[in-house]
């Protein structure tokens, strides 16, 4: 199948992108000029640059070279350093996910047919809309009075558009992010449901597995229209 990747050049886009190129799907992936050198070289990759938060730079992609039947979304409010709790970048403002979400639903309506739309797979987070109640109450505390409240507000927004556009989607809501081992193992995800129930307090899921998922999800239509917990 082929894909359209919005995030390619990030920690998990990076890793979407090898999952779906070692499953032999074709990608799309748009990604800004300056961050063209960090992808690969691959036959089955084609590579756009372009704005994620530009209605006609997405347009571009989602015709080059043919349209996808899915898109997926690895963006993310950028920090000014790898910790979770780091302030926002200046150069990422709070609304960035509602604005580029909003400009994937205009590419997309203007450049499909009602019923031919690609499905949106989005990489989330645990805590937003019903899944709130899965994390204990320390760590609800702490996503709301740090800096981590501009990504779960970032998502909740998000949350809400994607669901209002009418279009089909699976919201990936991922547990505490680890580095893994380096091997993805998608039978390692567990799928809590939308609201998470059962989910430990330490709960993680490794990247690379998440990656697998995401890319497994976009092959299946098993998850579409939910939002499940993920969890190693």
Not at 214 to 228: F, Q, T
Request: include cysteine; aromatic fraction near 4%; hydrophobic fraction near 40%.
């Amino acid at each position: 199948m082929h894909l359209l990747l919005i995030g390619a050049t990030g920690r998990n886009g990076l890793l979407v992108l090898k999952a779906a190129l070692a499953s032999s799907h074709t990608v799309t992936a748009l990604v800004r000029e300056s961050s063209k050198s960090k992808l690969p070289q691959h036959p089955n990759l084609t590579i756009i640059c372009g704005q994620p938060t530009s209605a006609a730079d997405i347009a571009k992609a989602l015709v080059t070279p043919r349209p996808p039947e899915a898109v997926i979304s690895t963006l993310n409010l950028r920090r000014v350093s790898e910790s979770p709790f780091a302030a926002p970048s200046p150069d990422t403002p709070n609304d960035f996910l509602n604005t580029a979400m909003n400009a994937l639903l205009d590419a997309i309506r203007s450049t499909t047919t009602l019923g031919s739309e690609p499905k949106i797979i989005i990489n989330s987070m645990q805590g937003v809309a019903e899944s709130k109640s899965s994390l204990i109450f320390p760590i609800r505390m702490l996503f709301h009075h740090s800096n981590m409240r501009y990504t779960l507000s970032g998502h909740q927004e998000l949350d809400e558009l994607v669901k209002g556009s009418g279009m089909a989607y699976v919201m990936a809501r991922a547990a505490r992010l680890t580095d893994g081992n380096g091997k993805a193992d998608v039978s390692r995800v567990k799928d809590l449901g939308d609201d998470g129930k059962g989910a430990a307090w330490t709960a993680s899921i490794a990247r690379d597995d998440l990656a697998a998922w995401l890319v497994k999800a976009a092959e299946s239509d098993k998850w579409n229209n939910h939002s499940p917990v993920l969890v190693n």
